[in-house]
């Protein structure tokens, strides 16, 4: 949308709407909540695989493709917790434990991959700095915790602007 290119977005978007309407005729009356599950998460993929290859191929912006697929192995080793957590009891419990152990397999996972650059926690610190001050501690001690950097600085200068991209100036 940046580059005055709303139009795509509003194309994917209908595109990926009518493929949910035809799911939900065709996939989910005969697979049920696990097809309803199976065909939004096939939707979603295919809206961002094409969102990336228009980033990529034909505006020419860089995509970090290491990070994310260090964010993308976080998320799985999350939702493999979670579900893990839903096999040792049932009812509410299991919920409430999956959803515990999910955060805390998703931040580990997120630390230990170095998923989190010091450059982006730095520009969600300034995204922060509007909070309220018990808010804006909590964002900082997270933001050290998964990216290990602290409010000083850390390893990396603090950018300008949140929307500064890691390639300006070079």
């Known amino acids: 949308m940046a580059m005055d290119r709303s139009d795509v977005i509003f194309a994917t978007g209908l595109v990926l709407a009518i493929f949910s ?13 696990i097809g309803a599950a199976w065909a939004r998460a096939a ?7 094409f969102g990336s290859w228009f980033l990529f191929r034909r505006l020419h912006f860089p995509l970090p493709f290491a990070g994310l697929l260090r964010l993308l192995l976080a998320a799985a080793l999350c939702g493999i917790a979670a579900r893990a957590c839903m096999w040792l009891t049932t009812g509410v419990t ?3 434990l999956a959803v ?5 397999a998703y931040a580990i996972a997120v630390r230990v991959l170095h998923g989190l650059h010091p450059p982006d926690a730095d520009r969600l610190r300034l995204l922060c700095r509007g909070f309220p001050a018990v808010l ?3 964002c900082e001690r997270g933001l050290q915790l998964l990216a290990g950097t602290s409010a000083a600085g850390g390893p990396a200068a603090v950018p300008a602007s949140p929307l500064r991209s890691v390639s300006d100036g070079d």
């Open 21 to 33: 309407i035809i799911a939900g005729f065709t996939v989910i009356p005969t697979y049920g909540l």
């Open 136 to 138: 804006r501690e909590i």
């Open 100 to 104: 515990i152990g999910g955060v805390v």
């Open 94 to 96: 299991s919920l409430v």
């Open 43 to 49: 939707i979603q993929i295919c809206g961002v695989a």
